[in-house]
């Protein structure tokens, strides 16, 4: 995952704002709903994570989120579903540590520790 810091990175304050507020739990029904149940258990789960594809994103996330996470990325709509794509599972595997989600009222910090991993900088200690 050589490239994943970065994208992860510049990724997250979009998918942050995305899933924050209980719109996880609504991202994963809305894939759920999709038909990719095994795809967003795996995410949770303590396994391997399934891939989903940028038209998995696009079909379940929308136009409209699409288009404002591509003009915050400065990228097309399709290159935005392909690295929501990539990043969401890492996303939702990190926030699910024990194979369930965190709390709510604790995934706003698991987000700030994903946000200093995109960002490559270790935390001392």
């Known amino acids: 995952a050589g490239g994943m810091g970065g994208l992860l990175g510049s990724l997250l304050p979009a998918i942050g704002g995305m899933l924050a507020g209980g719109g996880l739990q609504q991202v994963l029904s809305d894939f759920q709903a999709n038909g990719l149940s095994a795809e967003t258990d795996s995410w949770i789960g303590t396994g391997e994570n399934k891939p989903i594809s ?15 996470i591509a003009a915050q990325l400065g990228v097309t709509e399709d ?5 929501v794509a990539r990043v969401l599972p890492t996303v ?25 991993l995109g960002d490559g900088t270790q935390a001392a200690g």
């Open 54 to 68: 940028g038209e998995d994103v696009r079909r379940v996330v929308g136009d409209e989120q699409l288009a404002q």
């Open 79 to 83: 290159e935005a579903a392909d690295a």
């Open 92 to 116: 939702v595997d990190r926030v699910s540590p024990e194979g369930h989600l965190a709390p709510e009222s604790e995934l706003e910090s698991a987000f700030g520790a994903l946000e200093q």
